[in-house]
Every structure is written in structure tokens, then in C-alpha cells.
Nanobody, 114 residues
Framework: QVQLVESGGGLVQAGGSLRLSCAAS????????MGWFRQAPGKERDFVAA???????AYSDSVKGRFTISRDNAKNTVYLQMNSLKPEDTAVYYC????????WGQGTQVTVSS
């Protein structure tokens, strides 16, 4: 059974940075494309960033140039470095495979104050 545990969220001022982590188990992590997604209050869950087994990355236009996705296959962990945060980045952040194929974890709340 695949388990995804997100961490690293918090409250930060606009312009600040946070680093999210997602520890995965129950899958062959090194062969999996992984993604970060976010859901703001009252909105649908949206794609943020993805990384495949070759370390090729993709980003939504709204975070390109500010967020960086990376992975550590030895730790079965995918990261999201978020810089220059904006209030509109406020959301619960989730990781999953890309495309999403497994149950969602609890997510981690990111709140950016203006």
C-alpha cells in the first residue's frame, strides 16, 4: 500500500521561503514520476510541479522560476523548494505520483501572509 507523508508547511510572510518534503513508501520510488499539487480553499486541486525518473521537471506557469522540485531516491523523498512566496500560494500542498494514481496523504498547509 502506497503511503505519502507531506511535511514542511507553515506560516510565512510574502517573499519568504519554505521547503516541503514528501516521504513515500510502498512503491518503487526511483522509477516513479512524482508531483506536487495544491488546493486552495474553495478551489480544485491543481498541479504545481513534477519530476520524473530522469530528473526532468515541469512546473505550472504560476510557480515557474520560484519553485524547484527535486528528489532523493535514497530517501524515497521528493522536495519542493518554494521561494518568493505570494499570498496566492496559500493552500494545502500534496504529493502524489504524476499523474496521480494513489490515495492522497494529509497534505501540509502553507499560509503566506501579505
Amino acid at each position: 500500500q502506497v503511503q505519502l507523508v507531506e511535511s514542511g508547511g507553515g506560516l510565512v510572510q510574502a517573499g519568504g521561503s519554505l521547503r516541503l518534503s514528501c516521504a513515500a513508501s510502498g512503491l518503487t520510488f526511483s522509477n516513479a514520476a512524482m508531483g506536487w499539487f495544491r488546493q486552495a480553499p474553495g478551489k480544485e486541486r491543481d498541479f504545481v510541479a513534477a519530476i520524473n525518473w530522469l530528473d526532468n521537471t515541469a512546473y505550472s506557469d504560476s510557480v515557474k522560476g520560484r519553485f524547484t522540485i527535486s528528489r532523493d531516491n535514497a530517501k524515497n523523498t521528493v522536495y519542493l523548494q518554494m521561494n518568493s512566496l505570494k499570498p496566492e500560494d496559500t493552500a494545502v500542498y500534496y504529493c502524489n505520483t504524476q499523474p496521480p494514481r494513489t490515495s492522497w496523504g494529509q497534505g501540509t498547509q502553507v499560509t503566506v501572509s501579505s
